[in-house]
């Protein structure tokens, strides 16, 4: 569990972040949002980015961590569970203040970690996936194969279907939705 110094500090950059961008965001509008002194947030944090890192990493992890959660309390054999996590993780994300505010006015910043390198809540998701792909292959209803590389699959999918869903010319993302849902459970489903 994080300090409360360390969560006001996050929530104050959250705040600062939906207010006026990442980029626009300074230790300083972040230290007095917080209530604390500029040096407190030093002492935590080297800069802007490093703060930035950890809200993203709490932020989505959360919201991963959730749907995981819902997920595994419905009920179903593997496939359909995992199926309906990515497909309601990914609904959770795009719907995400703090994930729209940068999809929306600063998508450069998300390129790193699109095209170059895993993040810490991109690595989160696949801890998650691997152990549910895992689970579906104990009950059978997943595919044999490496659940870490069945499992970067389902992200790379996913991504697309999170990042780039604006190039689907006002399809409704509910008939997108049920798309990348046909998508996972047929990647998936065990060879016949």
């Known amino acids: 569990m994080t300090d409360p110094t360390t969560q006001a500090i996050l929530d104050a950059t959250r705040s600062s972040v939906l207010d006026f961008g990442v980029r626009r965001t300074t230790l300083t509008d972040i230290a007095r949002r917080a209530g604390v002194s500029r040096m407190t947030v030093y002492r935590r944090y080297p800069d802007v980015d490093a703060v930035l890192r950890e809200l993203m990493t709490r932020e989505f992890g ?38 729209r505010k940068v999809v929306d006015a600063e998508p450069e910043l998300l390129l790193p970690y699109v095209l170059g390198h895993l993040g810490a809540s991109q690595r989160h998701a696949l801890t998650l996936l691997s152990a ?6 104990d009950d059978g209803s997943v595919r044999a194969g490496d659940p870490d590389l069945i499992a970067r699959g389902l992200l790379l999918v996913a991504q697309s279907f999170l990042f780039s869903a604006g190039t689907a010319d006002a399809i409704p993302t509910a008939v997108l939705d049920a798309e990348l849902a046909r998508y996972v459970d047929a990647a998936l489903a065990p060879d016949r």
């Open 62 to 99: 959360a919201t991963l961590e959730a749907t995981a959660a819902a997920a595994q309390d419905a009920g179903t054999d593997g496939r359909s569970r995992l199926s309906r996590q990515v497909v309601s993780g990914l609904r959770e994300l795009r719907d995400h203040p703090l994930l």
């Open 132 to 137: 549910a792909v895992a689970a579906g292959q």
